[in-house]
């Protein structure tokens, strides 16, 4: 039990920590005119690499090993990438069929989704804060799921233009957290949820989805057929492996 809540308290202060990480950019490395002043794919990819590797090294510190496994990391990346890809065709489809198939893509545009969106948002959500405090700090599915996502609605808010849609944009990447998290623990690995992050994002961009992160009626019938699959895939899955005991 002592254990238990020493991982929740390191997990928990790592996580406060990352969160005012930028004022350490700002105030200490960078003057607060500097850090301002530079361009925001930057200053952002400067923090996001950053809190990816103060949180490999405080999961290895944690337990003593490499940390890869513990974050929801396992060998099996290919087998995410193949599935995540599979559904999101849906999206890629739909969008590409609504925008006449007009799109725009770049390394730039693979970058922000692959790396700075997916990956590191389900590293530091879904494989550090929930996942360590579900798996090895002693808390229940629900009370785990509650901090990542508030946070991670909150981090949305800024897609928002008035209080109703920061409301709705606040539920709907709130309880996306959520679902993502259970996706996770169906699936045992993160690499499936980084990559299907990853791969909506992307189709999102590549085709100029114009609406905020809760979507609009054409956006989210694609964005629901998606979903839709995994969940379905992931109840399948859940049945097999019970039934495999």
């Keep these: 039990m002592k254990k238990k809540i020493i991982i929740s308290i390191i997990v928990l202060l790592t996580f406060i920590a990352l969160r005012y990480l930028k004022y350490f950019y700002g105030y200490v490395i960078?003057?607060?005119?500097?850090?301002?002043?530079?361009?925001?794919?930057?200053?952002?990819?400067?923090?996001?690499y950053s809190q990816i590797i103060i949180v490999i090294i405080v999961t290895g510190l944690l337990f003593k090993t490499l940390p890869f496994n513990y974050l929801g990391l396992k060998n099996d990346l290919l087998r995410g990438l193949l599935y995540g890809f599979i559904f999101t065709l849906p999206m890629f489809i739909g969008y590409g069929f609504l925008a006449n198939f007009q799109f725009n893509f770049s390394l730039e545009l693979l970058h922000k989704n692959l790396i700075m969106a997916g990956f590191f948002e389900e590293l530091i959500f879904r494989g550090f804060l929930f996942?360590?405090?579900?798996?090895?700090?002693?808390?229940?599915?629900?009370?785990?799921?509650?901090?990542?996502?508030?946070?991670?609605?909150?981090?949305?808010?800024?897609?928002?233009?008035?209080?109703?849609?920061?409301?709705?944009?606040?539920?709907?990447?709130a309880l996306g957290s959520a679902g993502f998290a259970w996706f996770y623990l169906?699936?045992?690995?993160?690499?499936?949820?980084?990559?299907?992050?990853s791969f909506m994002d992307l189709a999102w961009d590549v085709f100029s989805v114009q609406a905020n992160a809760a979507g609009d009626l054409n956006s989210n019938i694609f964005r629901f057929i998606t979903l839709g699959l995994v969940v379905v895939f992931s109840i399948i899955k859940a049945k097999r492996e019970v039934m495999g005991k």
């Design 131 to 173: 996942g360590i405090l579900y798996y090895y700090g002693g808390w229940g599915f629900l009370s785990a799921i509650i901090i990542p996502s508030v946070f991670f609605g909150l981090g949305h808010l800024y897609q928002a233009e008035s209080v109703s849609e920061s409301i709705t944009v606040f539920l709907f990447t």
């Design 30 to 48: 960078f003057d607060k005119e500097s850090w301002n002043s530079l361009d925001k794919n930057i200053s952002s990819a400067i923090l996001n």
């Design 186 to 197: 169906t699936w045992g690995s993160l690499w499936m949820v980084i990559f299907l992050h």
